[in-house]
T-cell receptor, first 112, second 110 residues
């Protein structure tokens, strides 16, 4: 298996633009997690899905952030409008057992 | 979830065993102890988890104190590839959320 796939790997955008991050989980995994990592705040859970249904989005910072999982093999995290403070590395992880999550390589987002 | 306390950093010599400590004095009876690590410029990687008994897998061993107020991740023979930030995380049974702290930055000396 190729592991969790995230795209793009790097994204540079201007403040106010819409940003869409993509994730393909490992086949057969029914949990999908979105995390954000910054130097200041460390690694934070934003939202997670089980069987394509959002279970807990309490970590989503504000209404500018939204996440979808239209099917078992694809999820998106959208930021609209983006702000410089959204600059971070965004990780997607998937699992069958939440104790053992498999993380993707991350998307490094820079908002100027 | 109960909190964990880890040293900010540790050093170890290559090919030597490494013992990474974690204190969790407020652990509840249903909290599992998880360890993840994050290599430079990569996403976190699952290492091991356990509840009460010591656990072994191909990557490491987890030694859990009898009172469960502390645990130790043991890398039996460190290699340069083991240089990473190691996170000790508690999560209650049935709670799918993992809360990552600041971890221990392990440096391996050749």
């Amino acid at each position: 298996d190729a592991g969790v796939i995230q795209s793009p790997r790097h994204e540079v955008t201007e403040m106010g633009q819409e940003v869409t991050l993509r994730c393909k989980p490992i086949s057969g995994h029914d949990y999908l997690f979105w995390y954000r990592q910054t130097m200041m705040r460390g690694l934070e859970l934003l939202i997670y899905f089980n069987n394509n249904v959002p279970i807990d989005d309490s970590g989503m910072p504000e209404d500018r952030f939204s996440a979808k999982m239209p099917n078992a093999s694809f999820s998106t995290l959208k930021i609209q409008p983006s702000e410089p403070r959204d600059s971070a590395v965004y990780f997607c992880a998937s699992s069958t057992d939440p104790s053992e999550q498999y993380f993707g390589p991350g998307t490094r987002l820079t908002v100027t | 979830d109960a909190k964990t306390t880890q040293p900010n950093s540790m050093e170890s010599n290559e090919e030597e065993p490494v013992h990474l400590p974690c204190n969790h004095s407020t652990i509840s009876g249903t909290d599992y102890i998880h360890w993840y690590r994050q290599l430079p410029s990569q996403g976190p990687e699952y290492v091991i988890h356990g509840l009460t008994s010591n656990v072994n897998n191909r990557m490491a061993s987890l030694a859990i104190a009898e009172d469960r107020k502390s645990s130790t991740l043991i890398l039996h023979r460190a290699t340069l590839r083991d240089a990473a930030v190691y996170y000790c995380i508690l999560a209650n049974f049935g709670n799918e959320k993992l809360t990552f702290g600041t971890g221990t930055r392990l440096t391996i000396i050749p």
